[in-house]
C-alpha cells in the first residue's frame, strides 16, 4: 500500500494515549505518523523541517496548551499546517485558534474518516480511493469501523 507522499507527514501532539493510538494506527494506513503526548517532548525531539508537515494538536494537555505549541513550532515548520483538535471548543477557544492561525479547528469526538479528509484537503491530495474504501477492499468488510 502506498503512502500519500513521501514528503507529507502527520505529526500528532495528544495526551491521551488511547486516542493517540487510534489516531496512529488509523493515519499511517496513508501517511507517514509521528506521535507525542506532550509539547515538551515535541520541541524537544522533533527537527526543524521545510517539509510538508500537518500537526493535529490537542488543546488541552499537561505543560504548554495547543495555542502555544503552534506559536513555538511555527518558525521551525514554516511549511506545516495546523489542525487543533479538542473536546472544549466554546466561542473563546474558537476564537483563539482562529486567532492563532490554525488551518482548521476539529471538534471531539471526530470520525477518522472526517479527520483524514480534513489532512488530505489541507495537503491539496485528491484520493483516488477514501481510506475507508481501501480497508474494506482490503479486508472485504467494514464491520471493524464505526462510521
Same mark, same amino acid.
Given at each position: 500500500?502506498s503512502? #500519500?507522499?513521501?514528503?507529507?507527514?502527520?505529526? $500528532?501532539?495528544?495526551?491521551?494515549? +488511547?486516542?493517540?493510538? /487510534?489516531? &496512529?494506527d488509523w /493515519?499511517?494506513?496513508?501517511?507517514? #505518523?509521528?506521535?507525542?503526548?506532550d509539547? +515538551? =517532548?515535541?520541541?524537544?525531539?522533533?527537527?526543524?523541517?521545510?517539509? &510538508? $508537515? #500537518?500537526?493535529?494538536?490537542?488543546?488541552?494537555m499537561? @505543560?504548554?496548551? @495547543?495555542?502555544?505549541?503552534?506559536?513555538?513550532? +511555527?518558525? &521551525?515548520?514554516?511549511? !506545516?499546517?495546523?489542525?487543533?483538535? =479538542?473536546?472544549? *471548543?466554546?466561542?473563546?477557544?474558537?476564537?483563539?485558534?482562529k486567532?492563532? @492561525? *490554525?488551518?482548521?479547528?476539529?471538534?471531539?469526538?471526530?470520525?477518522?474518516?472526517? $479527520?483524514?479528509?480534513? $489532512?488530505?484537503?489541507?495537503?491539496?491530495?485528491k484520493?483516488?480511493?477514501?481510506?475507508?474504501?481501501?480497508?474494506? &477492499?482490503?479486508? @472485504?468488510?467494514? =464491520?471493524?469501523? !464505526?462510521?
Amino acid at each position: 500500500m502506498s503512502k #500519500v507522499e513521501p514528503a507529507s507527514q502527520i505529526v $500528532i501532539v495528544e495526551d491521551n494515549v +488511547e486516542a493517540n493510538n /487510534l489516531l &496512529r494506527d488509523w /493515519l499511517k494506513l496513508k501517511f507517514t #505518523v509521528t506521535c507525542f503526548l506532550d509539547a +515538551e =517532548s515535541t520541541l524537544r525531539i522533533l527537527p526543524p523541517s521545510g517539509d &510538508r $508537515i #500537518v500537526f493535529l494538536i490537542d488543546y488541552n494537555m499537561p @505543560g504548554d496548551n @495547543g495555542l502555544v505549541l503552534k506559536k513555538k513550532l +511555527e518558525s &521551525r515548520f514554516p511549511n !506545516a499546517k495546523y489542525i487543533l483538535i =479538542s473536546g472544549l *471548543f466554546d466561542a473563546k477557544l474558537t476564537e483563539a485558534g482562529k486567532a492563532a @492561525g *490554525f488551518d482548521a479547528l476539529v471538534p471531539k469526538p471526530f470520525g477518522m474518516p472526517a $479527520i483524514t479528509q480534513k $489532512i488530505e484537503d489541507l495537503l491539496g491530495v485528491k484520493p483516488k480511493e477514501s481510506l475507508v474504501d481501501m480497508v474494506k &477492499r482490503q479486508t @472485504g468488510k467494514l =464491520s471493524l469501523f !464505526a462510521l
